[in-house]
């Protein structure tokens, strides 16, 4: 599928500051939900441009650079944990693009969302399944929430050591889950997911 077909269609029908918003961390245990928004000029393609979840690390830092390059504006919006537990992650999410639209120096007159609608922005939006597979802007918006997220999850790694959070950047591997039970989850889990509660709960219960 040529990703750049649905911007070029929306373009050709009126819109000219098209932005793509798609996030990041929405399932991991620990560290911030993180939404980007990126607004790609007519025309150009930045090879090996796709979905950030099919794009290796050291690619994805490198398809980082190109976007950072050539777009015309880029707005990241960030959740953190605590926020997370008291307004639930869909909210959470939510929030974080609602920000990383905010965030554009130009704002937009059109959103190409992932999965999502943002009933609270008074903007003509389009919301895509799978958008970062059909739109090159949204797939531009995964690439940049992806790497802005990692590496906070590397700085939080600096802070906590212990939970390895530069490996599994949050997510809920068997790693992660044993070293919650032998540490107890720190400022940046999320409570109230249920993976870190159930393991939290027989710490604080022992005799």
């Given at each position: 599928?040529?990703?750049?077909?649905h911007?070029?269609?929306f373009r050709?029908?009126?819109?000219?500051?098209?932005?793509?918003l798609?996030?990041?961390?929405?399932?991991?245990?620990?560290?911030?939900?993180v939404?980007s928004?990126?607004v790609?000029?007519?025309g150009?393609?930045?090879?090996g441009?796709?979905?950030?979840?099919?794009?290796?690390e050291?690619?994805?830092?490198?398809?980082?650079?190109?976007i950072l390059?050539?777009?015309l504006?880029?707005?990241?919006g960030?959740?953190?944990?605590?926020t997370i537990?008291r307004?639930?992650?869909?909210n959470a999410t939510?929030?974080?693009?609602?920000?990383?639209v905010d965030d554009?120096?130009?704002?937009?007159?059109?959103?190409?969302?992932?999965?999502l609608?943002?009933p609270?922005?008074?903007?003509?939006?389009?919301?895509?399944?799978?958008g970062?597979?059909k739109?090159?802007?949204?797939?531009a918006?995964?690439?940049?929430?992806?790497?802005?997220?990692?590496?906070?999850?590397?700085?939080?790694d600096?802070?906590?050591?212990?939970?390895g959070f530069?490996k599994h950047k949050?997510?809920?591997t068997?790693?992660h889950?044993?070293?919650i039970?032998?540490?107890?989850p720190c400022s940046v889990h999320?409570?109230?997911?249920?993976?870190v509660?159930p393991?939290?709960?027989?710490?604080g219960?022992e005799?």
């Amino acid at each position: 599928m040529d990703i750049y077909r649905h911007d070029e269609s929306f373009r050709k029908a009126g819109y000219h500051h098209i932005a793509g918003l798609d996030e990041a961390g929405r399932g991991p245990l620990a560290g911030p939900v993180v939404a980007s928004a990126v607004v790609l000029p007519s025309g150009k393609r930045i090879k090996g441009l796709r979905d950030s979840k099919k794009v290796p690390e050291k690619e994805r830092e490198s398809l980082f650079m190109d976007i950072l390059c050539c777009c015309l504006d880029v707005g990241v919006g960030i959740v953190d944990a605590e926020t997370i537990d008291r307004i639930n992650i869909l909210n959470a999410t939510k929030l974080a693009m609602q920000r990383a639209v905010d965030d554009l120096s130009r704002g937009a007159d059109l959103l190409l969302i992932d999965a999502l609608q943002l009933p609270s922005m008074d903007i003509t939006q389009v919301s895509l399944i799978k958008g970062e597979s059909k739109s090159a802007s949204i797939a531009a918006a995964s690439i940049i929430a992806k790497v802005v997220r990692d590496g906070m999850m590397r700085q939080y790694d600096l802070m906590y050591p212990e939970y390895g959070f530069a490996k599994h950047k949050g997510y809920s591997t068997r790693e992660h889950m044993d070293k919650i039970i032998r540490h107890g989850p720190c400022s940046v889990h999320r409570k109230s997911f249920e993976k870190v509660l159930p393991l939290e709960l027989p710490l604080g219960g022992e005799e």
